[in-house]
């Protein structure tokens, strides 16, 4: 497996950190037609990598609003673990 953690800083200040898991890579895949590998190869879309955190938090729980909600809550994302990731919260 390929793993890839993600950190996402609200525009509240918060930071929740998302290791992008197997199904999030799958359906990756399945909703834009191009291999998961893609995301390695130092030039990722931007709205790829957004989605993948909003999928992979989703899929546990993490996230209960839509994805365009849920975009207007992001405030930066980053490949750099925190050091205090921050609580585990529910973004709703």
């Not at 359906?27 to 909003?54: C, Q, T």
């Not at 999928?55 to 207007?72: F, I, P």
């Amino acid at each position: 497996m390929i793993e890839l953690t993600l950190g996402v800083d609200y525009q509240d200040g918060t930071r929740h950190e998302v290791v992008i898991g197997p199904a999030t890579q799958v359906a990756f895949e399945d909703k834009f037609g191009v291999s998961f590998m893609e995301i390695s190869d130092g030039k990722p879309r931007m709205g790829w990598l957004y989605w993948l955190v909003w999928d992979a938090m989703t899929r546990t729980g993490r996230c209960a609003v839509t994805y365009d909600e849920w975009l207007n809550l992001v405030g930066a994302l980053s490949t750099e673990k925190a050091e205090d990731p921050g609580p585990l919260g529910v973004v709703r």
